[in-house]
């Protein structure tokens, strides 16, 4: 009986001994998965922060062109028309683009890793795992449009436009550099080339294959412009909610001064 209660106390012993550290060991395993939110949530923030930056670049710029797409087909309809070199201006600016590319690495490491599980909160884990799904498809995106729709339109509207009768030494020096680093083709240096003759633009713009082909081409930048916006909002959205997530932690970051975050409304 004496070894019975000696074999019982040491089992009981050894069991209370293996518990307390297998509760010990999953109360630090605990505190390091919390520490390892916390930094991942800001590096997440930070990135999502810097596509942004990009997104928006490109959403700005794309509207820019956009805008002069829109101009200057409102010019193929009116009656009154401005200076040469108004017309000049928005025909160079309808043939330019504003791509962008994926910034966001951590946030796709998270999910090959697993460590995405990491994030309690699972709406939030869930949306920043759809994020990664939209934003390989915002790039994939990117890049047909580019070369699919709107470089084909680009380029039936240059063959319309017979860029190199254009007069280049009409843009001032600044003017010409922007318009040269924006277009998607190169500009030649308006010092060595020849002038040519000077082209009536407003019979150019009024032609029905000028209207044509500048149509398919602000078709094509309005919806590279739409794309960006999408994706820019949605990246706000994300941000927003993953600003709450880490206030609600306690999470120590460096804030914007665009997180302006609207409270969230109380039902009674």
Same mark, same amino acid.
């Given at each position: 009986?004496?070894?019975?209660?000696?074999?019982?106390?040491?089992?009981?012993?050894?069991?209370?001994?293996?518990?307390?550290?297998?509760?010990?060991?999953?109360?630090?395993?605990?505190?390091?998965?919390?520490?390892?939110? #916390?930094?991942?949530?800001?590096?997440?923030?930070?990135?999502?922060?810097?596509?942004?930056?990009?997104?928006?670049? $490109? %959403?700005?710029? #794309? +509207?820019?062109?956009?805008? $002069?797409?829109?101009?200057?087909?409102?010019?193929?309809?009116?009656?009154?028309? =401005?200076?040469?070199?108004?017309? @000049?201006?928005?025909?160079?600016?309808?043939?330019?683009?504003?791509?962008?590319?994926?910034?966001?690495?951590?946030? @796709?490491?998270?999910?090959?890793?697993?460590?995405?599980?990491?994030?309690?909160?699972?709406?939030?884990?869930?949306?920043?795992?759809?994020?990664?799904?939209?934003?390989?498809?915002?790039?994939?995106?990117?890049?047909?449009?580019?070369?699919?729709?709107?470089?084909?339109?680009?380029?039936?509207?240059?063959? &319309?436009?017979?860029?190199?009768?254009?007069?280049?030494?009409?843009?001032? &020096?600044?003017?010409?550099?922007?318009?040269?680093?924006? @277009?998607?083709?190169?500009? =030649?240096? =308006?010092?060595?080339?020849?002038?040519? %003759?000077? +082209?009536?633009?407003?019979?150019?713009?009024?032609?029905?294959?000028?209207?044509?082909?500048?149509?398919?081409?602000?078709?094509? #930048?309005?919806?590279?412009?739409?794309?960006?916006?999408?994706?820019?909002? &949605?990246?706000?959205?994300?941000?927003?909610?993953?600003?709450?997530?880490?206030?609600?932690? $306690?999470? %120590?970051?460096?804030?914007? %001064?665009?997180?302006?975050? =609207?409270? #969230?409304?109380?039902?009674?």
């Amino acid at each position: 009986m004496g070894k019975l209660k000696w074999f019982l106390g040491e089992f009981f012993v050894v069991v209370a001994g293996v518990l307390v550290a297998f509760i010990l060991n999953s109360w630090w395993m605990s505190i390091k998965d919390a520490n390892k939110e #916390q930094t991942y949530l800001v590096q997440i923030y930070e990135d999502i922060n810097s596509t942004i930056d990009q997104v928006k670049e $490109a %959403e700005e710029e #794309q +509207r820019a062109i956009t805008h $002069a797409a829109s101009m200057l087909m409102a010019l193929t309809y009116s009656t009154q028309l =401005p200076p040469d070199s108004v017309i @000049s201006a928005y025909i160079w600016r309808s043939m330019a683009f504003a791509p962008t590319s994926r910034v966001s690495a951590t946030l @796709s490491s998270l999910v090959s890793t697993g460590d995405l599980q990491l994030i309690k909160n699972d709406s939030l884990r869930s949306v920043l795992g759809d994020l990664v799904s939209d934003l390989n498809a915002y790039t994939t995106t990117n890049d047909h449009m580019a070369f699919w729709w709107l470089i084909p339109a680009y380029e039936r509207f240059a063959d &319309e436009v017979h860029v190199a009768d254009f007069r280049f030494q009409s843009f001032n &020096e600044k003017k010409y550099a922007q318009l040269a680093a924006d @277009s998607l083709r190169g500009f =030649p240096d =308006p010092i060595i080339i020849d002038m040519p %003759e000077r +082209r009536d633009l407003h019979e150019m713009i009024k032609h029905k294959d000028f209207r044509q082909n500048l149509l398919k081409l602000h078709i094509a #930048q309005l919806n590279f412009w739409r794309l960006h916006k999408d994706f820019h909002n &949605e990246l706000l959205k994300t941000r927003e909610m993953l600003i709450r997530e880490m206030e609600a932690e $306690a999470v %120590e970051y460096m804030p914007r %001064e665009s997180d302006t975050v =609207p409270p #969230q409304s109380v039902s009674n």
